[in-house]
C-alpha cells in the first residue's frame, strides 16, 4: 500500500541557509500535518492543512511557512536555519471525511544545522 | 490546549514480561492513536482507537473515551519491542491537530 512520501531523507545546511522539505500523501487523502521532533522529545504540531487551505497552525516560527499545491503534496520552507532547528521533521496525512480519522506518518526527514 | 499524559515515562522488562501503558487526556477527542516509534525514528501505526478495545496480535488496547483514559497491552514483550510509545489524540474542538504524549520509553532486555 502507498504510504506518505517524504523527501529528503536526510538533510545538512549551515546556519542562515534555507531548506525546504518536501511530502507526498497517500493518494486521496486531503489533510496533510507537519511535525517537528527534537531529540527525546515528543513529535511538535507545526502546521496543518486541509484541502490545500491551512486548517490549524501550532508553534511553527515566523522564520518557517508552508503550503499545499494542487497536487496534495506539501512543502515546509525553513528560512535563516538556526542550530535549535536541527531535528526529525514528520509530515502525515489523513482522509477527512469526518472529524477523526487515522493519520499514517512518513518515515520523517533528519535536518542536522551546522 | 489539551493535556495529553503517558505513564509510565520509563519501563524496562524482562523478554517475555507483560506491560500496560497509560494515556490520559484532559478532553474530549475525535481520534486515539498508538505509535511505536522505532530506534531509527519511524513512527509505526498500531491501533486507531477513538473508543472501545482492538487486539493486534501480542499487543490490544482499550480506550474509555467518558473517563478520558487508554491502555495499551503489551504480551509477551521481545527485544524488537523495544522503543518508544506515543498515544496521540485530535481534540474535538480542533479537528486538524493531532497532540502528542510524551511518551513511554520501553526497554526488553533479552
Known amino acids: 500500500a502507498a504510504g506518505v512520501i517524504q523527501s529528503p531523507r536526510h538533510l545538512i545546511k549551515e546556519k542562515r541557509e534555507t531548506a525546504t522539505l518536501k511530502c507526498y500523501p497517500i493518494?486521496?487523502?486531503?489533510?496533510v500535518y507537519w511535525y517537528q521532533q527534537g531529540p527525546g522529545q515528543d513529535p511538535q504540531f507545526l502546521i496543518s492543512?486541509?484541502?490545500?487551505?491551512?486548517?490549524d497552525k501550532g508553534s511553527i516560527p515566523d522564520r518557517f511557512s508552508a503550503q499545499q499545491f494542487s497536487d496534495y503534496h506539501s512543502e515546509l520552507n525553513m528560512s535563516s536555519l538556526e542550530l535549535g532547528d536541527s531535528a526529525l521533521y514528520f509530515c502525515?496525512?489523513?482522509?477527512?471525511?469526518?472529524?477523526?480519522?487515522?493519520?499514517?506518518f512518513g518515515q520523517g526527514t533528519r535536518l542536522t544545522v551546522v | 490546549g489539551i493535556q495529553v499524559e503517558q505513564s509510565p515515562p520509563d519501563l524496562i522488562l524482562q523478554e517475555g514480561a507483560n506491560s500496560t501503558l497509560r494515556c490520559n487526556f484532559s478532553?474530549?477527542?475525535?481520534?486515539l492513536q498508538w505509535f511505536h516509534q522505532n530506534p531509527w525514528g519511524q513512527l509505526i501505526n498500531l491501533f486507531y482507537?477513538?473508543?472501545g478495545t482492538k487486539q493486534n496480535g501480542r499487543l490490544s488496547a482499550t480506550t474509555v473515551a467518558t473517563e478520558r483514559y487508554s491502555l495499551l497491552y503489551i504480551s509477551s514483550s521481545q527485544t524488537t519491542d523495544s522503543g518508544v510509545y506515543f498515544c496521540?489524540?485530535?481534540?474535538?474542538?480542533?479537528?486538524?491537530?493531532?497532540?502528542f504524549g510524551s511518551g513511554t520509553r520501553l526497554s526488553i532486555r533479552p
Open positions: 502525515a496525512s489523513s482522509y477527512r471525511v469526518i472529524a477523526g480519522t487515522e493519520a499514517f
Open positions: 482507537i477513538p473508543s
Open positions: 496521540a489524540v485530535e481534540q474535538s474542538s480542533s479537528a486538524s491537530k493531532i497532540i
Open positions: 493518494p486521496r487523502h486531503d489533510t
Open positions: 492543512f486541509y484541502e490545500k487551505m491551512q486548517s
Open positions: 478532553d474530549s477527542v475525535n481520534n
